[in-house]
């Protein structure tokens, strides 16, 4: 709890049972009421992992949905337990939890309503084990998104993210993609709402047990990114009307698509 404002941390997970354990060791307990883990039908034993050491809101999805539909359900059910700062946090131990405490202060005074952990911001990408195409990638994305959506950001890419509980009720995050490019749409939903992001320089750590995508995938993913930044840029100059940029009402974004779940 951070001065009476909830605060819930959520895992998007899929075989993360090497990694789980020592990311939710980390988690300020002191600050996060509630932990909710996403099991996206994984093929080892992360679900089972999770309930063993302490987590109580276990989400299984019985068939998987993707990166994006993991979090949908994820959302959701930290909207419905009454979140009022929701971080979603890689269980797989790539971005450290020992940033929650910044991140939920900026949020909690209410200084911006969403963060973004970046790895891009000093020089630690390539450090900390980046790929070269990776990183050469992500700068090129960012310069072409910065240019379309009308804003600036050091990377669009990150999976490290906070929000207010205004944020996830505004945006129309359930009609997103069930995929990768799911992050980058949710960008741009907050963008063109109006919300503004703050950054905090976040170490990378890439390492074998590290989820990552494929080359093929990223580079699916980077087509995914461009076309959305041109819808946004279209929706910005009144082109077109996509049902993802329609403002929710505060409670329609409370329960969503329904979930198979166990907890």
């Not at 990166?67 to 979140?83: C, I, M, V």
């Not at 946090?89 to 939920?104: N, R």
């Not at 403002?247 to 979930?259: Q, W």
Request: net charge positive; hydrophobic share 40%; charged share 20%.
């Amino acid at each position: 709890m951070y001065k009476g404002k909830k605060v819930i941390v959520v895992l998007p997970a899929y075989n993360a049972a090497l990694t789980l354990e020592k990311t939710y060791q980390e988690i300020p307990f002191d600050l996060v009421d509630e932990v909710i883990l996403c099991d996206d039908a994984s093929k080892d034993n992360t679900s089972d992992l999770a309930r063993s050491i302490g987590i109580r809101h276990v989400i299984v999805h019985p068939v998987n949905k993707g990166y994006g539909g993991n979090q949908k359900s994820l959302y959701n059910k930290a909207l419905e337990l009454g979140g009022d700062i929701i971080i979603m946090l890689h269980p797989d131990y790539q971005y450290t939890p020992k940033l929650i405490p910044a991140m939920v202060n900026i949020i909690g005074e209410d200084l911006y309503p969403v963060v973004l952990g970046s790895r891009i911001l000093g020089k630690g990408a390539l450090n900390g084990g980046m790929p070269l195409y990776k990183y050469v990638s992500n700068r090129f994305l960012t310069f072409v998104q910065n240019l379309l959506v009308n804003y600036k950001l050091s990377e669009y890419h990150t999976g490290y993210r906070a929000f207010s509980r205004k944020v996830l009720e505004t945006i129309n995050f359930n009609s997103n993609s069930d995929d990768f490019v799911f992050d980058n749409e949710m960008l741009s939903q907050i963008i063109f709402n109006k919300f503004h992001i703050a950054e905090v320089t976040c170490p990378t750590k890439y390492f074998e047990e590290a989820s990552s995508i494929n080359f093929t995938r990223s580079m699916r993913y980077g087509l995914g990114v461009l076309r959305v930044s041109l819808n946004h840029l279209l929706q910005r100059w009144k082109l077109t009307n996509l049902d993802m940029y329609k403002r929710m009402e505060p409670s329609a974004n409370k329960t969503g698509a329904a979930v198979s779940h166990s907890e």
